[in-house]
């Protein structure tokens, strides 16, 4: 019987994942959306891996954990892309109008 060997991108998967959510949290904004591309191609290419031969592999579980963090990374990261598109529209927006706020008080 043969050993069981690690998945290979199973680790670089879940810690991809990982980063998106931390990445567009606490740093980067939008950016953390490249961390979740980059796992989610990875997550492909382990999950072909693992489905032409499951019986050999260990962590494919990193491989699902990560899709997901992945995906959630890449979701608050579009959400947070729509955010700042909206916020800097609105100063562009003011800015333009040129209206005299102090009118308003």
Do not use: H
């Not at 980059?38 to 999950?47: E, N, R, S």
């Not at 019986?55 to 990560?66: I, L």
């Not at 979701?75 to 916020?87: K, M, N, S």
Request: aromatic residues 12%.
């Amino acid at each position: 019987m043969s050993e069981l060997r690690t998945l290979p991108g199973a680790t670089t998967v879940l810690t991809m994942g990982i980063l998106s959510i931390v990445g567009t949290l606490f740093c980067c904004g939008p950016f953390g959306g490249i961390f979740a591309i980059i796992g989610l191609v990875q997550a492909k290419t382990a999950d072909k891996l693992y489905l032409q031969s499951p019986q050999e592999f260990t962590d494919y579980s990193n491989v699902k954990t990560g899709r997901i963090l992945s995906y959630v990374g890449l979701g608050i990261a579009a959400i947070y892309l729509v955010l700042t598109i909206l916020y800097f529209g609105f100063i562009i927006a003011v800015i333009s109008n040129e209206t005299n706020w102090e009118d308003f008080n």
